[in-house]
């Protein structure tokens, strides 16, 4: 305070006369400091927030949606949520695992490689993308860092646990008649369980819900021989020719 104003001017201030107050009792606030142990900053615990979400109990697929865009991301990285797009009501829901990263710039679903390639695909097994439902399993991209760009991490299993209520009141919305897994994520979060997509590949049941089994769309841009990458991708077809026609079956 010297080297601020000189202390004829000390009087004149108000804040002076808690001065020698704060001088008595600096000795005992300092000893209670050291009493107390430090605390551990406080953690996030993402089920207790899931929970408190899901007590709010949304009513329609928009009041979810708000409770989705305004949570924080349980993985680390992600910018927004991305939600899933479609009408309400239509036939087929495709449910990957998260979004990518064009999707987290853009704020929609399957618009990245993976998801170019799903269009060329939908197009080619009669599925008009317009009427079907897409989303994921995991709201938010999960990411490393490396230089700028931004790499695709998957999802843990307690990650996958941690949105699952928010997937199953989605579907609840929208009420497909077929919910189509697209990779092991979405089959652990629809079925609540790992299972191998080799052994279970096609038709199954997600609890009440009729669904089908296959690769994710990035898993063929993975494929580094081109023969390869070209049979798996008309075995992806053919899983969606496949799904399209169990619907058009139901309706018989």
């Known amino acids: 305070m010297r080297s601020e104003m000189p202390k004829k001017y000390w009087r004149n ?3 002076t006369r808690a001065i020698p107050e704060l001088i008595r009792l600096a000795p005992t ?6 009493e107390k142990e430090a605390a551990m900053p406080m953690k996030r615990n993402p089920s207790k927030a899931v929970a408190a979400m899901a007590d709010q109990e949304p ?3 928009e009041e979810l949606n708000r409770i989705i865009a305004a949570s924080e991301p349980l993985v680390p990285g992600a910018t927004r949520a991305v939600l899933g797009e479609g009408p309400v009501g239509a036939d087929i829901a495709f449910v990957g695992e998260q979004p990518g990263d064009q999707e987290d710039l853009q704020g929609r679903p399957f618009v990245g490689p993976a998801g170019q390639l799903l269009d060329r695909a939908l197009k080619q097994s009669g599925i008009d993308r317009r009427q079907a439902y897409l989303t994921n399993a995991v709201k938010h991209f999960k990411f490393e860092l490396v230089g700028k760009k931004r790499l695709h991490r998957s999802p843990t299993a307690g990650e996958i646990k941690h949105y699952r209520w928010w997937l199953e009141r989605e579907l609840d919305f929208v009420h497909p008649r077929l919910v189509v897994a697209l990779g092991a994520s979405a ?3 629809l079925a609540g369980k790992a299972l191998p997509i080799g052994r279970n590949r096609g038709p199954i049941q997600f609890g009440e819900r009729a669904g089908f089994v296959t690769v994710h769309p990035s898993y063929l841009l993975r494929i580094p021989d081109a023969a390869g990458r070209d049979a798996a991708y008309a075995d992806f077809v053919r899983d969606l020719e496949a799904a399209r026609k169990l619907v ?3 309706d018989g």
């Not at 606030?29 to 050291?34: E, I």
């Open 59 to 61: 009513r329609t697929l």
């Open 187 to 189: 089959v652990q979060a």
């Open 248 to 250: 058009q079956g139901n």
């Open 29 to 34: 606030r300092v000893m209670d400091m050291l």
């Open 13 to 15: 201030l108000p804040e």
